[in-house]
């Protein structure tokens, strides 16, 4: 017992509680407990500071880094936000929300326009396009349509993968005999 003392705190309770209450390990007493608790402080110099802003008919938290805020975006990932906003010529140390209208601009351009903005073809997530064979980058509400577009696409014309995504099967390949049978009836039943 003097061996495990010292990792045991004895609280000042009052007689009502039970005796297995009387001890507690020392990571539970409130006193012994160092607590942070971190904010964001505007500064005065920031009275424009912005809590949400609209970029790309998203809503975009203001009180986070711009790099990771601007991946809020669909069709936006941490590498081309982070190329966006060197490109622009912002600091990526500061929130979206500190951002003025004219760096914000510069940076939803750079990224709708990646091209003239010498982005390498690599970079973008629409590549050698099906209908008009470029390269471009789809953003927010674009995205649901070129996906549902290439689905109906590899639906039309009857390929393997439009197949299983219209019977609701896996479509790369996975072994479907005992997993994915959420939703599906279980089939064999015992006779009597």
């Not at 896996?170 to 997993?179: A, E, I, N, P």
């Given at each position: 017992m003097a061996a495990h003392a010292r990792h045991i705190v004895r609280q000042d309770t009052p007689s009502t509680r039970s005796n297995k209450d009387?001890?507690?390990?020392?990571?539970?007493d409130t006193r012994s407990r160092n607590s942070f608790i971190m904010s964001l402080v505007v500064p005065?110099?920031?009275?424009?500071f912005q809590h949400i802003l609209r970029l790309l008919n998203t809503n975009v938290d203001g009180r986070i880094k711009i790099m990771f805020a601007l991946t809020q975006i669909r069709g936006v990932g941490r590498r081309l936000a982070n190329?966006?906003?060197?490109?622009?010529?912002?600091?990526?140390?500061k929130r979206a929300g500190e951002l003025n209208p004219d760096e914000l601009e510069r940076i939803v351009t750079i990224i709708q326009n990646p091209a003239q903005f010498k982005i390498p073809a690599w970079f973008l997530n629409r590549q050698r396009d099906i209908v008009d064979g470029k390269s471009y980058q789809v953003l927010s509400n674009g995205l649901d349509?070129?996906?549902?577009?290439?689905?109906?696409?590899?639906?039309?014309?009857?390929?393997h993968r439009g197949l299983r995504h219209y019977w609701g099967l896996?479509?790369?390949?996975?072994?479907?005999?005992?997993?994915g049978r959420r939703g599906k009836t279980v089939g064999v039943s015992k006779k009597k």
């Open positions: 009387d001890y507690r390990p020392a990571s539970l005065e110099a920031h009275q424009q190329v966006a906003c060197k490109k622009a010529d912002v600091d990526l140390n349509s070129k996906l549902r577009e290439d689905l109906e696409r590899l639906k039309k014309i009857r390929a896996r479509v790369r390949g996975q072994h479907t005999k005992t997993t």
